[in-house]
C-alpha cells in the first residue's frame, strides 16, 4: 500500500519519501495549471496552489540531486500569488478628512453648524475617540450569524478575508438579538506586546520582521491561508456600521454602545462632549496617555453625535461632513541632506526629492522627503514670502524632518551652524532631466514643467501609474513594478493606456509570450489577463479620472460624468467648448467646475497626440453610466436643479447635497437646460428667467415634497 506522504513534514522526509512527493507534486501542479484554463471547479485552490508549491521548492531544496526535469519549479515564473474575491460594499466605507490644529477643529465645528444653519449658541454634541492606527474592517452578519468580511479596498469594492477574519478573538461569530442584517465597522491592529513577540518569532525563523504594528496587522489579516492569520494576535475596535437593517441607536454613542453588548470591544476612552474646548481637553487627555495604551493611535476622531444629524450632513465623495480626525502633531528628526533628485510626474512637475541619511521618525525609517518646488528649497513659499527665514537648503546640510501619519516625509528646517564649507545653493534645472524638453514655470505656477508631454517618458509611465491606480482602473496585477516593466518591454510594450486593452491579443501571436518570463508563468499571465478584460467595462466617472489631466480630481470627474451622462456627450462638449463660446459657458455652469479646471480639460482634448491617446483607448473601452446605485428611482435623478432665494428648512449648502445624492445635477445660473427651479422668498431674476422659459418652479415645501423629504 503506499504511503500518503502529502502531510509529513520536509525534515522527516527519507530519499525514497522524497523523490515520490516531487513526483505528485509535479503532476498535481501541471494538472493544476492545466485546470485553470477549465470552466469548472479547479483541483486546487490560489492558496493550495501556493502551498504546494512552496513545498515542492523546499523539497528540491533538501534534495537538489532529486530535482524532476519537469520540475514545476522550471515553469519560469513565481508562484502567483492570487488576490482574494472581491467583496462590493453595500454602503460606501469612507475615509475622514484631516485637522492638524485647533483651529482646524473649530473651523470643522463651523463647517457643521453652518451647513445645519445652527448658530454657535445652540447646542451640537460630539463624539471623540482615538483614531487607531490598523486597517479598517467591515463585518456582516445575518441573522445574528457572520456571513462576511471585507477590507475597505478603494471604499467600494474590498477584498473578501471572511475566514481570516473568523480567527480575530474580538470578533463574534454569532450574536443574540443582533438585527437581521448587521455591518459592524472598525478596526483590525496589533498591540505592542504581540507585536514585539511576533517579530522576535519571525526573526527566529529567519523571516523578515514587520516594521510596525498597522503593517503587521495588514499582512497577517491579508493572507491567503487563514491559518497563518489565526496564529498571528489580532485585536479588533469596532466604531461604525454599514448597513443595518434595524437601527442601534439614536446617537453615535448609543451605537456603539449597543455593539457592546453584541460582544465587540469598544474604545474605552469615547465620550460624548457638548463643545470643541472639551473636545480638544479630551484630545489633550488622550494623548497624554498615547505612550502607555500598548496600542497604536495617531490622533483622536469627532463624530456628530446624533445620527439625524449625521444623515442630514451626509458625505462628500470620500468622507464624512460629520467626522473629522484630529492628528497628533508630526513626529520630528535631524539628518544630514545627502542628495536632491528630481522627479517627473504625470502632468509634467519637476518635483525635487530629499535623499537622506537614513533616520528613525516615529518608529519609521525615513530616507526620502519631498522638497515640494523650486521655491521651497531657496526659503521661499509659493507666495513668495519667506519661510524658514529664508535659508535655502543644500546638498550637505543637516535638515529636519518630520512625518504626519501616513503622509509622504517632508523638510522643515536647516541648521546653518551645521553647513559643510563647501556647500553650493542647489541648481534647479530648467530642462527635464528625463527627455530633455525645456522645463518652464508659468507667470503664478511655483511649479516648474517640462513641455514635453507624451514623448516625455517619464510623464507617460506616470500617466500610466496614475491610469491603473485605486480610484482609476484599478487592475489586478498592473501595478507600478508592473508598469515599469511593461514600458520598457520592446516585444510586448505598454506606452499608452490603450496597449493594456490589447495586450493579451499581441501576447497570443508574441514569440517571446508574457508565460514565459522570468517572473511570469501561464498562470500569473492568464490571471493579468482576466483582470485586465475585466475592466473593459468602465464606468464614466473613473474613465475621467483614469486619464489623469491636471486639476481633474475623483471629485470633478464624478461632477463632469454626472453631468454629461455618456462619454459621447462628454468628449462632443469638451471637443467643441474650445471652439463655441455658448458651450464652453455651459461647462462653467457646472457647479464646482472652474476656468483653470475647464480649460485644463479643454486643453488635453484639442492637443493632438494626447487627444489621439485618449480616442484610441475609448475604442476598447465599454463605457457605462455614472457609478450611481440608488439614484435610479429618484424623482430628480438626471435633472438638472437650481436653487435661488432663501431657503428657511435647511441651509444652500444642505439642499445641494441632497440633490446631488439624489442624483441631481445643480447648477448655479437658470438655462434652457435647467429642468427645476427651487424658488424660496426673495428669489428674483432667476425666478423670472425661469418662468419666462417655462421652467417648473417649485418652493421650498414642493421640494422636499417632491424628494420625499417632507
Ligand atoms: S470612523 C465614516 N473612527 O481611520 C467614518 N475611523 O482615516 C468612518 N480609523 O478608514 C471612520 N480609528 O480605518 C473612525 N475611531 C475611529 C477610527 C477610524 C481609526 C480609521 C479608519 C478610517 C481611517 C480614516
Redesign the pocket.
Known amino acids: 500500500m503506499e504511503h500518503d506522504l502529502s502531510k509529513t513534514k520536509i525534515n522527516d522526509l527519507t530519499v525514497e519519501g522524497a523523490r515520490a512527493e516531487l513526483k505528485r507534486l509535479a503532476e498535481l501542479l501541471l494538472t493544476a495549471n492545466r485546470q485553470y484554463h477549465a470552466e469548472d471547479a479547479p483541483v486546487l485552490s490560489d492558496a493550495e496552489y501556493d502551498r504546494e508549491k512552496q513545498r515542492n521548492q523546499a523539497i528540491e531544496a533538501r534534495f537538489p540531486e532529486l530535482v524532476r526535469p519537469d520540475s514545476p519549479s522550471f515553469q519560469v515564473g513565481a508562484a502567483p500569488s492570487s488576490g482574494f474575491s472581491k467583496i462590493k460594499h453595500e454602503k460606501r466605507m469612507?475615509?475622514?478628512g484631516n485637522a492638524f490644529s485647533v483651529e482646524d477643529v473649530q473651523e470643522f465645528d463651523a463647517r457643521v453648524r453652518s451647513f445645519l444653519g445652527l448658530n454657535s449658541d445652540q447646542a451640537l454634541a460630539y463624539t471623540a475617540?482615538?483614531?487607531?492606527d490598523g486597517?479598517?474592517l467591515s463585518v456582516r452578519y445575518e441573522n445574528g450569524d457572520l456571513v462576511a468580511a471585507a477590507t475597505?479596498g478603494d471604499g467600494a469594492i474590498g477584498e473578501d478575508v471572511t475566514e481570516n477574519a473568523k480567527t480575530i478573538k474580538d470578533i463574534p461569530h454569532h450574536i443574540e438579538n443582533a438585527p437581521e442584517i448587521l455591518e459592524v465597522r472598525g478596526?483590525v491592529y496589533m498591540s505592542h506586546t504581540d507585536f514585539q513577540n511576533l517579530n522576535a518569532r519571525q526573526l527566529e525563523l529567519g523571516d523578515k520582521p514587520f516594521s510596525n504594528p498597522r503593517n503587521a496587522a495588514a499582512g497577517s489579516l491579508r493572507q491567503l491561508d487563514a491559518s497563518i492569520t489565526k496564529s498571528r494576535p489580532l485585536r479588533f475596535f469596532a466604531?461604525?456600521w454599514g448597513v443595518l437593517s434595524a437601527p442601534l441607536g439614536d446617537t453615535q454613542l448609543s451605537s456603539v454602545k449597543t455593539l457592546s453588548t453584541f460582544g465587540f470591544k469598544i474604545n474605552e476612552l469615547t465620550q460624548r462632549f457638548e463643545n470643541t474646548d472639551e473636545m480638544i481637553d479630551h484630545y489633550r487627555l488622550i494623548e497624554r496617555q498615547r505612550s502607555t495604551l500598548g496600542y497604536d493611535i495617531d490622533g483622536v476622531?469627532y463624530k456628530v453625535d446624533q445620527l439625524d444629524l449625521q444623515r442630514r450632513l451626509g458625505f462628500r465623495s470620500t468622507t464624512?461632513r460629520w467626522?473629522i480626525?484630529h492628528k497628533f502633531p508630526a513626529e520630528r528628526a535631524w539628518t544630514r541632506l545627502e542628495g536632491i533628485d528630481i522627479q517627473v510626474g504625470r502632468t509634467g512637475a519637476l518635483s525635487p526629492v530629499a535623499r537622506l541619511a537614513p533616520v528613525t521618525v516615529g518608529g519609521v525609517v525615513v530616507s526620502n522627503a519631498t522638497l515640494h518646488n523650486e521655491d521651497y528649497i531657496l526659503g521661499r513659499d509659493n507666495s513668495g514670502a519667506d519661510i524658514r527665514n529664508g535659508k535655502d537648503i543644500r546638498v550637505g546640510d543637516w535638515v529636519e524632518v518630520y512625518r504626519a501619519g501616513d503622509v509622504i516625509p517632508k523638510i522643515s528646517d536647516v541648521d546653518l551652524s551645521n553647513r559643510p564649507e563647501d556647500a553650493c545653493p542647489f541648481v534647479f534645472p530648467t530642462t527635464c532631466p528625463e527627455c530633455g524638453s525645456d522645463a518652464v514655470r508659468e507667470p503664478g505656477d511655483a511649479v516648474r514643467r517640462c513641455v514635453g508631454g507624451l514623448i516625455c517618458p517619464a510623464q507617460a509611465v506616470e500617466k500610466l501609474k496614475h491610469f491603473v491606480s485605486r480610484g482609476a482602473f484599478d487592475i489586478e496585477g498592473l501595478g507600478t513594478k508592473q508598469i515599469e516593466m511593461f514600458y520598457g518591454d520592446d516585444v510586448l510594450p505598454i506606452r499608452e493606456p490603450a496597449d493594456i486593452f490589447t495586450l493579451s491579443d499581441r501576447d497570443r501571436t508574441s514569440l517571446a509570450r508574457l508565460q514565459n518570463r522570468d517572473g511570469w508563468g501561464p498562470k500569473s499571465a492568464e490571471k493579468l489577463f482576466a483582470a485586465i478584460e475585466n475592466r473593459r467595462s468602465v464606468p464614466l466617472n473613473k474613465l475621467i479620472y483614469a486619464l489623469g489631466i491636471r486639476h481633474i480630481g475623483e471629485n470633478s470627474a464624478n461632477l463632469l460624468a454626472r453631468n454629461f451622462g455618456s462619454w459621447e456627450k462628454f468628449e462632443q462638449a469638451v471637443t467643441a467648448a474650445g471652439k463655441n463660446h455658448e458651450i464652453w459657458e455651459e461647462l462653467l455652469a457646472i457647479d464646482g467646475i472652474g476656468e483653470v479646471l475647464a480649460s485644463s480639460l479643454v486643453a488635453a482634448f484639442a492637443q493632438a497626440s494626447e487627444r489621439n491617446s485618449i480616442d484610441r483607448l475609448a475604442q476598447h473601452l465599454t463605457i457605462l453610466p455614472v457609478e450611481n446605485t440608488s439614484t435610479s428611482d429618484s424623482p430628480v435623478a438626471g435633472k438638472t436643479v437650481v436653487f435661488t432665494g432663501s431657503l428657511e428648512k435647511m441651509t444652500r449648502a444642505e439642499a445641494k447635497a441632497r440633490a446631488e445624492e439624489l442624483g441631481a445635477k445643480v447648477a448655479g445660473s437658470v438655462s434652457s437646460k435647467t429642468d427645476l427651479l427651487v424658488a424660496g422668498p426673495g428669489a428674483g431674476s432667476k425666478a423670472k428667467k425661469a418662468s419666462e422659459l417655462g421652467i417648473e418652479i417649485l418652493d421650498e415645501n414642493g421640494w422636499l415634497t417632491l424628494v420625499g423629504d417632507a
Do not use: G, N, T, W
Not at 129 to 132: A, L, S, V
Open positions: 469612507m475615509s475622514l475617540e482615538p483614531k487607531i486597517l479598517s475597505r478596526e466604531y461604525a476622531v464624512p467626522a480626525a
